[in-house]
């Protein structure tokens, strides 16, 4: 029986695995999309130097010439007295398709999103946000191992 519950477990992890590959990513420039009211000028500065600073531990380098867009876009809408916010992160970068014709596009090659309903919509949209981004990292990290 144990036997079995170690498989299951191990396979489980297999299949835990994110769908996005992050190898060679190494050079990102943050745009920040605030679609949102209650997110001030102040503290957008505040999230983009904050996430500038995670990517730079992680061994990222920022704004050199092509680099791949990071982004993180909060979107929000007023209900009766609280919000509900979609915070987004995505990596966009420029890749050739693979059809029958090779088309130059613009592709999410990363893309995270939660979904919050909050009475403290900064407070709550900033600690998804540090959440999304450290999931990034986390999954930055192990593809370049």
């Known amino acids: 029986m144990k036997k079995i519950l170690l ?3 191990f396979c489980s992890s297999l299949f835990s695995a994110s769908i996005f590959t992050l190898d ?4 990102l420039k943050l745009y920040f999309a605030n679609n949102s ?14 996430t500038e600073e ?19 876009k909060v979107e929000s809408i007023e209900v009766d007295e609280s919000y509900a916010v979609v915070i987004s992160i995505a990596l ?8 029958k014709e090779r ?3 613009f592709a999410w090659s990363y893309y995270k999103t939660d979904i919050i309903d909050t009475d403290e919509p900064y ?15 986390e999954s930055y990290l192990d593809d370049m191992e």
Do not use: C, H, W
């Open 7 to 9: 498989i299951i477990a």
């Open 24 to 27: 060679n990513v190494n050079n």
């Open 37 to 50: 009211d209650f997110i001030t000028p102040k503290q957008t500065v505040f999230i983009k130097k904050s």
């Open 54 to 72: 995670k990517l730079k531990v992680a061994g990222i380098e920022l704004n050199k010439v092509d680099a791949s867009t990071f982004m993180i």
């Open 92 to 99: 966009g970068e420029e890749v050739i398709t693979n059809r």
């Open 103 to 105: 088309i130059e596009s």
């Open 123 to 137: 407070k709550d949209t900033l600690e998804s946000i540090n959440y999304l981004v450290d999931e990034f990292v």
